[in-house]
């Protein structure tokens, strides 16, 4: 028995002792980021990790922590450009930026942002710029520059400029070095994570999720809708993250309401790695086993230098389609209809790649057209052709392109369709993302939303495979 009580007693030494080491040691006591509670629970959390070092479930440590929705009072982030809108948009797009020796690309990647989403996307996001470079000099050159290139954005309140003062962030003075980095890339490590969660925590409820990308890249046109498209397929699903691009922390798409939690988890381990491994740690504690990734990338690299002591930085995503694709490859496939098809027309028409097209005299609510492949394949891209090329007549203006997947071999149709698009001017011409693992297409479904009494064309549908 006393054996049994001296074991007990020096594994509680074990325990504890680190719990105060860790809360007299964690630069937290010089600030009020968390509060003593958060801190003493993270440092149990720390403790059970040291004396056990496999997987465990941290969840409720972190859930505890979740609960607090609120962002951070005691930062003193302030706008410099614009204003949020006064209603809830689906998606804060984040980008912070700092001063770079070779010259900034923020300027060229909000154009890009921009250029590649259609007015009525830009309806549903707003941009959100954190200058986090403390230069005044600098700071006063950006502010000009982006006001005056991007001034329809700021009014129309689809771009936000904030900046954080230097006095609101953490030491940066005898940070740990865990990776054999420069002292100086440690110190812009460290405040670069800093940088992301002030950021993040000036986005927390503006909106329903929050994308997160950087100031040196170029975007897949039509990326907003990809990503709408994806959440409607991932709605009723577990997720901490999903990301479009491999790259860094750039294309990482979270639930607004997990920000405050991965704000705190940021400053709390700050100086510990990079924004991407804590990442990697905070998807694991709440227990989403590995990355949700999307191909192709809806993000590519466009800068030559990082921002960090001008260094070369040539990285890019392999997985980012250019806009030069190729022509079509449709696979060998079968059309299925419930259209009145008459004698004179000929269904194939509308999937071969030839100048011939196929025409129905009436198309009625609920009718589809469904290109079902013989063998189903990986579509990365698809394209609706209706109506007439001459004159804007015989458009289908109101419908919808599904993509459909099988699990209990139908011969003629699919068990599972999710949305791809709508319709626009009687065309879609979509990217599609797909996971690493996912399913492969069997089925592209042509819907008919609104009869359309004046006859139909449909002039092509074209696919493009892996």
Not at 437 to 446: I, N
Request: glycine share 4%.
């Amino acid at each position: 028995m006393r054996d049994f009580l001296w074991k007990l007693i020096i594994i509680a030494t074990a325990v504890v002792l680190p719990i105060f080491y860790f809360i007299d040691e964690n630069p937290f006591d010089t600030a009020s980021f968390l509060s003593l509670k958060e801190k003493e629970m993270v440092a149990w959390q720390r403790a059970r990790m040291q004396i056990n070092p496999g997987r465990t479930n941290h969840v409720k440590t972190f859930k505890d922590m979740q609960r607090n929705s609120e962002p951070l009072k005691n930062v003193n982030s302030h706008i410099l450009l614009g204003a949020f809108p006064t209603e809830k948009k689906l998606l804060t797009i984040g980008i912070s930026s700092v001063q770079r020796p070779q010259g900034s690309y923020l300027l060229d990647t909000l154009q890009s942002l921009f250029f590649a989403s259609s007015s009525s996307e830009q309806k549903y996001f707003t941009v959100l710029v954190h200058l986090a470079d403390p230069d005044p000099n600098w700071l006063d050159q950006m502010i000009s520059s982006i006001s005056t290139l991007f001034q329809p954005y700021i009014q129309a309140r689809q771009l936000v400029v904030i900046n954080t003062p230097l006095k609101s962030y953490l030491p940066l003075k005898n940070l740990k070095k865990n990776f054999n980095d420069t002292p100086t890339y440690v110190t812009f490590l460290s405040k670069q994570n800093m940088d992301y969660a002030f950021l993040m925590n000036f986005a927390t409820n503006h909106s329903d999720y929050f994308l997160m990308i950087e100031d040196d890249v170029k975007c897949a046109p039509g990326f907003v809708s990809q990503i709408a498209t994806i959440l409607s397929a991932w709605e009723r699903k577990a997720w901490v993250t999903l990301e479009f691009s491999r790259l860094g922390f750039l294309g990482k798409l979270f639930h607004a309401r997990d920000l405050p939690c991965f704000v705190r988890f940021l400053l709390l381990f700050y100086q510990e790695m990079p924004c991407d491994y804590l990442l990697s740690h905070f998807r694991d504690l709440l227990m989403q086993k590995k990355p949700i990734q999307f191909f192709p990338s809806l993000f590519q690299h466009m800068g030559n230098y990082s921002s960090s002591e001008g260094q070369l930085n040539s990285l890019t995503d392999k997985e980012f389609e250019e806009n030069d694709i190729g022509p079509p490859g449709n696979p060998a496939a079968t059309i299925h209809t419930s259209l009145n098809v008459t004698n004179a027309s000929v269904l194939m028409n509308a999937y071969s790649l030839d100048k011939n097209f196929f025409y129905v005299k009436e198309a009625k609510a609920g009718s589809h057209l469904t290109v079902v492949l013989d063998i189903p394949a990986t579509v990365f891209r698809v394209q609706v052709l209706t109506g007439s090329e001459l004159k804007e007549e015989n458009q289908l203006k109101e419908g919808q392109v599904e993509l459909g997947y099988d699990s209990t071999n139908r011969i003629n149709d699919c068990d599972d369709y999710i949305l791809l698009g709508l319709l626009v001017n009687g065309i879609l011409d979509k990217q599609v993302l797909s996971e690493e693992s996912g399913k492969k297409v069997k089925c592209v479904r042509l819907l008919v939303t609104a009869t359309l009494p004046s006859g139909l064309i449909v002039r092509h549908i074209n696919l493009w495979i892996k």
